[in-house]
């Protein structure tokens, strides 16, 4: 019962938290992506242009039949279907971590506090703390070895995850300095650079016009992630109180009352 009622209220969240983060993203990040793609496809056709073997040619064969979905509503849609199912796999993140909160602690700071002192550490952990090591990128950009890249943001927002969970549920002094080291630990191992520039492949105007891209697409993707984590404490702290906290109340009664006797 109770794990069923937690999916439909994180459904309910990604609906609204997930529609309103693809508004702002239509009207911040989209425009800059479609601008930096003009550049990108020049850049993508001029192997296919000079290509001197057959292997050239397979590749570049391969690039133009890969299924992309076409612009206008089929990648709108598609978008909107990304931002839902990436909100409703965080919001069942948030009521989980709310939930065990409450279990341990209850409830006496009250909902609305502690949605948002969820929501906070999300956007630390899952976006501004990794986003210092490797910030967004618009297309076109040159970066270094993609697995690499995945592993140190891993790296970078378990460490956050880690010490924000230290602080709140440990209770010893040392928790602090802990904290620290965590939060520490993935700029301590570096994060993986380009060597060279990353927009090395264009000169000029594009150039310039792509290093400006790039500025305004990290600041698109901080407004972005702030509207989506501020909305998701918004919205997960009233529907955890009217639907998920009675039931864990009821759960931690039930556990808590003495076995009967069979005598």
């Given at each position: 019962?109770?794990?069923?009622?937690?999916?439909?209220?994180?459904?309910?969240?990604?609906?609204?938290?997930?529609?309103?983060?693809?508004?702002?993203?239509?009207?911040?990040?989209?425009?800059?992506?479609?601008?930096?793609?003009?550049?990108?496809?020049?850049?993508?056709?001029?192997?296919?242009?000079?290509?001197?073997?057959?292997?050239?040619?397979?590749?570049?064969?391969?690039?133009?039949?890969?299924?992309?979905?076409?612009?206008?509503?089929?990648?709108?849609?598609?978008?909107?279907?990304?931002?839902?199912?990436?909100?409703?796999?965080?919001?069942?993140?948030?009521?989980?971590?709310?939930?065990?909160?409450?279990?341990?602690?209850?409830?006496?700071?009250?909902?609305?506090?502690?949605?948002?002192?969820?929501?906070?550490?999300?956007?630390?952990?899952?976006?501004?703390?990794?986003?210092?090591?490797?910030?967004?990128?618009?297309?076109?950009?040159?970066?270094?070895?993609?697995?690499?890249?995945?592993?140190?943001?891993?790296?970078?927002?378990?460490?956050?995850?880690?010490?924000?969970?230290?602080?709140?549920?440990?209770?010893?002094?040392?928790?602090?300095?802990?904290?620290?080291?965590?939060?520490?630990?993935?700029?301590?191992?570096?994060?993986?650079q380009l060597i060279g520039d990353p927009l090395g492949a264009f000169s000029g105007e594009a150039h310039q016009r792509l290093q400006q891209l790039g500025h305004d697409f990290v600041l698109a993707t901080h407004v972005s992630a702030s509207v989506f984590w501020l909305s998701m404490g918004v919205v997960a702290g009233p529907v955890f109180k009217r639907w998920l906290?009675?039931?864990?109340?009821?759960?931690?009664?039930?556990?808590?009352?003495?076995?009967?006797?069979?005598?």
């Open positions: 019962m109770l794990f069923r009622r937690l999916v439909w209220c994180a459904l309910l969240v990604a609906v609204a938290v997930g529609s309103l983060q693809w508004a702002v993203q239509r009207w911040q990040a989209v425009p800059i992506i479609l601008a930096a793609e003009a550049f990108e496809v020049q850049k993508a056709t001029m192997p296919a242009a000079h290509a001197h073997t057959p292997e050239d040619a397979a590749h570049a064969h391969h690039h133009e039949v890969d299924w992309t979905p076409a612009d206008g509503v089929e990648r709108s849609a598609w978008t909107w279907i990304a931002n839902l199912l990436n909100a409703f796999a965080l919001a069942l993140l948030v009521f989980v971590a709310m939930g065990a909160w409450a279990w341990q602690r209850g409830l006496s700071a009250g909902t609305w506090q502690l949605a948002a002192a969820v929501a906070a550490i999300g956007w630390l952990s899952l976006h501004l703390w990794p986003s210092l090591g490797l910030p967004a990128e618009v297309p076109g950009t040159e970066a270094a070895d993609l697995r690499l890249r995945q592993l140190w943001w891993l790296v970078a927002a378990g460490s956050a995850l880690s010490a924000c969970a230290l602080v709140a549920f440990g209770r010893k002094p040392w928790r602090w300095p802990a904290a620290a080291a965590w939060l520490a630990l993935p700029f301590v191992i570096g994060a993986p906290a009675p039931s864990l109340d009821r759960s931690a009664g039930t556990a808590a009352q003495p076995t009967g006797s069979l005598a």
